[in-house]
């Protein structure tokens, strides 16, 4: 323990100390009368001694391990008045002020290689979007982010986590059409409002949906614009990202006033992605739009020892006693073997 960590919650009970020793020199000592043995001839036997009677007392005076043992259970006394603490390892509490739930389109278009990495290689719409997710994850420290997939249905992929990494791992086993061909967005909608519902977050924390899609709705059990007017009365902001062409051969064109109005309604903004670069940027808009929220505080937890004081005053005087109680037993053993000799 470093003595640094020590500190007295009420040190103006260290006062006290000299209290015993102030007693001791100004207080008069406690006096007793006893009765003592009559002496008929006591007048007759002073005369002879030449003495003249005077009255007097006797003062016990404690031993030296008496001594030290009281004026330690007096120090101990007063050290836990004083409520001594010692402050513990320092510890970080984080806040976090921010659910993120995104949403990820697996309908058969994300297959379409129409997307370019940094090498200028092509890609697939599905890997544009785990790369620009990695940095998106990144930035988003402090937030809990959950992840939904959907195309003929839609499924929680991972619940809300700030374990960003996990988040990250689960993200890249997605592939193409595993949830399906077809794309159930106001499902998707859904299924993230009823996540927020259950989750545990704090009563203010603020819920964001990221919805990513490349195709319109193919038959959803709700409808998208009906799904949005939830999510407003629910305080779920919904931002919609919309992904390559309409015009691309072989995909329904996007509908993208219902895309406007699913972000309108709730409260968020729609953003339309025709390459990765854009993909990028409409992430960097949506976390200009939603800053963390995040608090971090330090702190040290402390413990108080006037309770382990107070034992070792208890113990302290049992051992006393014991000692004091074997001490008078052997004196009495002692006496009663002269005598009987």
């Known amino acids: 323990m470093e003595w640094s960590s020590l500190t007295l919650s009420y040190p103006w009970w260290l006062l006290l100390l000299p209290v015993p020793w102030l007693v001791y020199r100004l207080a008069p000592a406690y006096t007793t009368k006893q009765s003592a ?9 002073l005369q002879i001694l030449g003495e003249t009677p005077a009255t007097g007392a006797t003062q016990l005076s404690a031993t030296g391990w008496q001594r030290v043992f009281l004026q330690m259970a007096w120090c101990c006394l007063v050290l836990a008045l004083c409520k001594p603490t010692v402050l513990g390892e320092p510890q970080v509490r984080e806040k976090l002020g921010r659910d993120v739930m995104v949403a990820v389109d697996l309908s058969g278009s994300m297959a379409e290689m129409d997307f370019f990495d940094q ?8 890997e544009a979007v785990k790369q620009v997710l990695k940095q998106f994850a990144a930035d988003r420290k402090g937030d809990r982010l ?3 997939l959907f195309g003929d249905a ?5 619940p809300f986590t700030a374990d ?4 990250l791992q689960l993200l890249d086993q997605t592939e193409v059409a595993m949830a399906g061909q077809s794309t159930h967005l106001g499902d998707a909608i859904g ?11 704090a009563p203010d924390t603020q819920k964001v949906l990221v919805l990513l899609t490349d195709g319109n709705d193919t038959g959803s059990f709700v409808e998208p614009k009906d799904a949005a007017l939830v999510a407003a009365a629910k305080e779920v902001r919904i931002h919609v990202i919309a992904m390559g062409d309409p015009a691309t051969v072989g995909e329904q064109a996007m509908d993208l006033q219902t895309i406007e109005d699913i972000a309108t309604t709730s409260g968020g903004q729609s953003f339309q992605a025709l390459d990765q670069q854009a993909l990028q940027q409409a992430y960097q808009v949506i976390g200009e739009l939603e800053p963390q929220l995040y608090q ?9 020892l006037h309770a382990y004081l107070i034992m070792l005053v208890v113990v302290s005087y049992l051992l006393a006693f014991m000692l004091a109680t074997l001490r008078y037993q052997g004196i009495n053993a002692d006496k009663k073997q002269q005598v009987e000799r």
């Open 154 to 158: 839609a499924y929680l992929q991972t």
């Open 191 to 201: 299924l993230a409002i009823k996540v927020f519902e259950q989750s545990e977050g």
């Open 146 to 148: 959950g992840l939904i």
């Open 164 to 167: 960003h990494q996990v988040w």
């Open 296 to 304: 971090s505080t330090f702190y040290r937890p402390k413990q108080s």
């Open 37 to 45: 043995i009559k002496v008929p001839f006591f007048q007759s036997l």
């Open 119 to 126: 090498q200028g290689s092509a890609i697939s719409r599905l």
